[in-house]
C-alpha cells in the first residue's frame, strides 16, 4: 500500500531512484575493485564530483518541496545548507585535535591565530560526532522555525519572501565573514584531517562519503513523497493554487506552511553537512546570495512541482557547470543567466515535461495513424 | 427603535474561546442561528458597514440583496473572521463570539462559504478537493498521517450525488465547466457539515438550466442548513427567496418577502434612483 502509493505511481521518480541505486553500486566498485589503468577505473575526483552533484540534488529537492509544491519562493536555502554544513565543518575543526600548524590541542588554527585564549561557548560539544549531527539538524530546523512563524504569520507570501529570504543569507553572510563570529571568518574553516576516525582523504572515506549521500538522497526522496502524497500533501498543493479558498476550508495556512518549510530547511542543512566533508571547506561564500539562485535554477530547469525533477536539475546543471567552467572559467554566469531565461520562456515545466511534452505528442500521433 | 431588533440574550455569558471545540450542540434557543448586531466597519473613512443588525433563523433560506457597495461582501468578510468589525457584535448562537475567533477557527466551527468568484483546488480532482474540505482534525501531523475513514469516504459519496458531480469525481477540478465549479465549492462547504452557509453570487454566468439547478440545490439544502445567498439576479432571488434583506449603504433598508420589498418606496427609490 504504501510502496505503491510512493513508488509505483510516481514512474519518473522510479526511474531516477533507481539510476542513484545504480551509481551507488556501481561508482564503489568501479573506483576500489577494478584497477586504475583499466577504461573502467572511476577516479576518486569523479566520485568526490558525484557526491557533491548528490548533495547539490538533496538541497535542490528540499527546495522544490517548498517552492513547487507550497508555491513559497525561497532565495534564502542557501543558509540552511551552509549551516548544516557549518556544523559538519565545526566538528570536523575539533577532530583536528593537535594536529593543527599551531598545534593546540584545543583550539583550531584560526582561533590561536586571532590570540583567543579558549574555546567559544558555542564551540563546545563539537567534538562529539552525534551532538554535531543533532546540530546539523536543530540549527536550520529552529532557525527555519523562527523566520518561518514570523513571516507566515505576518502572511508575508511570494516575492516579498523571497526578498526577505535573500536579505537573510546576505546577513548570514555578512555575519559570518567577521573574524569575531568564530567562524574563521573569510576562510571559513578548511584542513580538515578526519571523519569518525577515517582518514578525510582515503579513497575508502571518499566512498563512504558518496554513499552516504546517495542514501540521504533517496531516503528524503521518499520521505518528501509521503509528504506531498498524504492528505496533508494536498491541503499544501491547495494553499499553493488558493490559499484563501483553503483557509476558509478550516486549515490553518500558516501551520502547515511552517513545518513544511522547517523540514524543507532540515534537508537543506544535511545536504550541507554531506557537502563539507568532500569538499572539505566551508566558508562564508556559501551564503551567498548567488548560490541561493544558482539553486532556483536547477530546480526550474529540471521542472518543479515533481521532485525527480529538481534532482534531474541539480545534476544536469552542475554536470554543465563542470563542463563549461573548465573551458571559459569565468564565464559561467552568461549561460546561466541565459539557461533560466529560456526556461522560463519556453520550457515552464523544465526538463521534466519537455520529456512529458514529447511523449504526449508522440502518442497522439500514434492515435492519428491508427484512427 | 430598529423595527428588526430582537437582540441576542445577553443574560448568556459568551464561552471560553481558546480553539473553540463547536462540538457541543449551539445554543439556538432563542431562535436565530446568527446574531449581527450593531456592526460597522470602515475602511479609510469609508463605511462599509454602518450599524448593521442581521439575523439569520436556524435552517433559513435568506437572501439579501442591494446596489453596488451596499456592504454584502463585507458583510460577509465580517461573519467569517476576514474582517474585523470596529464596532458591533457577531454570534454565532447564543454563546460563541465570532469577533474573536479566527478564519479557520470560524470555517472549522460550521459556518461555510462560497466565494463570487468559483475557487476550487485546480489541481486537484473533484474527489480531493472534496476529500480536503472534509470535517475533522485539520491539523497538519494529523492529515499527514492518517487516512480519511470510511464514513467521510461515504459522506463524499453523498456529496457527490447532491451537487451531480457522481459522475465526474476524478476528473481534475480545473476542467470542469463553470456551473459545475460553483457547484463543486458548494459542495464543499457541504463537507464541513456546516450550520451556515453563506454563497456569493452562486448564478453569475451560469446558463439559465445551471440556473434552475442550482436553485433546486440551495432549495434543498435549506432546513438543514441556514442559507444566506447574495445574489443580483433578481429572477434568480424571486425563485429561491421566502425572506429578503435589501441592503443600501452599509444597513439594512428593508427586509420582508420579495414582494413586500420590490413594493417598498424606498427600495424602489435606491433601485431605480429618484
Known amino acids: ?371 | 427603535m430598529n423595527p428588526f431588533k430582537h437582540a441576542r440574550n445577553w443574560s448568556t455569558k459568551a464561552l471560553p474561546v481558546k480553539d473553540p471545540n463547536f462540538g457541543h450542540p449551539l445554543d439556538t434557543s432563542h431562535g436565530p442561528i446568527l446574531y449581527v448586531e450593531d456592526v460597522s466597519v470602515s475602511f479609510d473613512g469609508f463605511k462599509a458597514l454602518n450599524n448593521l443588525n442581521l439575523y439569520i433563523d436556524e435552517g433559513e433560506l435568506r437572501c439579501i440583496i442591494g446596489p453596488n457597495g451596499a456592504g454584502k461582501t463585507t458583510m460577509m468578510d465580517v461573519i467569517t473572521g476576514k474582517t474585523k468589525p470596529d464596532e458591533g457584535s457577531i454570534y454565532f448562537g447564543q454563546q460563541i463570539n465570532l469577533r474573536e475567533l479566527s478564519e479557520h477557527q470560524i470555517a472549522r466551527g460550521g459556518i461555510g462559504r462560497k466565494f463570487q468568484k468559483p475557487t476550487v483546488f485546480e489541481a486537484l480532482s473533484v474527489y480531493e478537493n472534496l476529500e480536503l474540505a472534509t470535517a475533522g482534525n485539520k491539523k497538519f501531523w494529523f492529515t499527514l498521517t492518517r487516512e480519511l475513514t470510511g464514513e467521510q469516504r461515504d459522506r463524499i459519496d453523498e456529496v457527490l450525488h447532491t451537487i451531480g458531480l457522481a459522475q465526474s469525481r476524478f476528473n481534475s477540478a480545473g476542467n470542469l465547466s463553470h456551473g459545475q465549479k460553483q457547484w463543486l465549492e458548494i459542495g464543499m462547504l457541504l463537507m464541513q457539515s456546516p450550520r451556515v452557509l453563506l454563497v456569493d453570487e452562486p448564478v453569475a454566468g451560469m446558463t439559465g438550466e445551471e440556473t434552475e439547478r442550482t436553485a433546486e440545490l440551495l432549495t434543498s439544502l435549506a432546513g438543514k442548513h441556514s442559507v444566506i445567498v447574495v445574489e443580483h439576479d433578481m429572477a434568480f432571488v424571486r425563485s429561491i427567496a421566502r425572506k429578503v434583506t435589501v441592503l443600501h449603504q452599509g444597513s439594512v433598508l428593508a427586509e420582508g418577502s420579495m414582494d413586500q420589498v420590490q413594493s417598498d418606496p424606498k427600495v424602489v427609490e435606491v433601485y431605480l434612483g429618484e
Open chain 1, 1 to 371: 500500500m504504501l510502496t505503491q502509493r510512493l513508488l509505483t505511481s510516481d514512474k519518473g521518480g522510479m526511474l531516477v531512484l533507481g539510476l542513484i541505486a545504480l551509481t551507488c553500486i556501481l561508482v564503489p566498485i568501479l573506483n576500489l575493485a577494478v584497477p586504475e589503468s583499466s577504461p573502467f577505473h572511476v577516479s576518486t575526483f569523479a566520485v568526490t564530483l558525484l557526491g557533491k552533484f548528490l548533495c547539490y540534488a538533496l538541497l535542490a529537492l528540499a527546495l522544490d518541496l517548498i517552492w513547487g509544491y507550497a508555491g513559497i519562493l525561497s532565495l534564502g536555502h542557501g543558509a540552511f545548507f551552509a549551516l548544516g554544513g557549518y556544523a559538519m565543518g565545526m566538528y570536523l575543526m575539533r577532530q583536528i585535535g593537535d594536529r593543527g600548524k599551531y598545534g593546540d590541542p584545543l583550539l583550531p588554527d584560526f582561533m590561536v591565530f586571532l590570540n583567543w585564549q579558549e574555546l567559544p561557548w558555542y564551540w563546545h560539544g563539537f567534538d562529539m560526532f552525534w551532538f554535531a549531527a543533532l546540530m546539523i539538524v536543530l540549527v536550520p530546523g529552529i532557525l527555519a522555525w523562527v523566520f518561518g512563524w514570523l513571516a507566515f504569520r505576518s502572511r508575508v507570501t511570494g516575492v516579498y519572501f523571497a526578498i526577505i529570504t535573500q536579505a537573510l543569507t546576505y546577513a548570514l553572510m555578512l555575519a559570518f565573514f567577521r573574524n569575531e563570529m568564530g567562524f574563521g571568518g573569510n576562510n571559513g574553516l578548511t584542513d580538515f584531517k578526519d571523519i569518525l576516525g577515517f582518514s578525510i582523504t582515503a579513497d575508502s572515506t571518499r566512498i563512504g562519503l558518496f554513499l552516504a549521500s546517495g542514501i540521504a538522497l533517496m531516503l528524503a526522496y521518499l520521505a518528501c513523497r509521503y509528504i506531498v502524497t498524504s492528505r496533508a500533501g494536498k491541503v499544501i498543493v491547495s494553499i499553493r493554487d488558493a490559499e484563501s479558498r483553503t483557509r476558509f476550508s478550516g486549515y490553518q495556512v500558516e501551520s502547515y506552511k511552517l513545518w513544511l518549510f522547517v523540514f524543507s530547511a532540515v534537508l537543506a542543512g544535511i545536504a550541507g553537512a554531506l557537502y563539507v566533508p568532500q569538499v572539505g571547506i566551508i566558508n562564508p561564500g556559501e551564503f551567498s546570495p548567488l548560490n541561493s539562485i544558482e539553486l532556483v535554477v536547477w530546480v526550474a530547469t529540471g521542472g518543479r512541482g515533481t521532485l525527480y525533477g529538481a534532482i534531474v536539475g541539480a545534476f544536469s546543471v552542475n554536470y554543465g557547470k563542470t563542463v563549461f567552467t573548465t573551458f571559459y572559467p569565468e564565464a559561467w554566469l552568461f549561460p546561466l543567466g541565459l539557461l533560466f531565461v529560456l526556461v522560463t520562456l519556453v520550457l515552464p515545466k523544465g526538463l521534466v515535461g519537455l520529456i512529458g511534452r514529447f511523449k504526449k505528442s508522440k502518442s497522439t500521433s500514434k492515435q492519428e495513424e491508427q484512427p
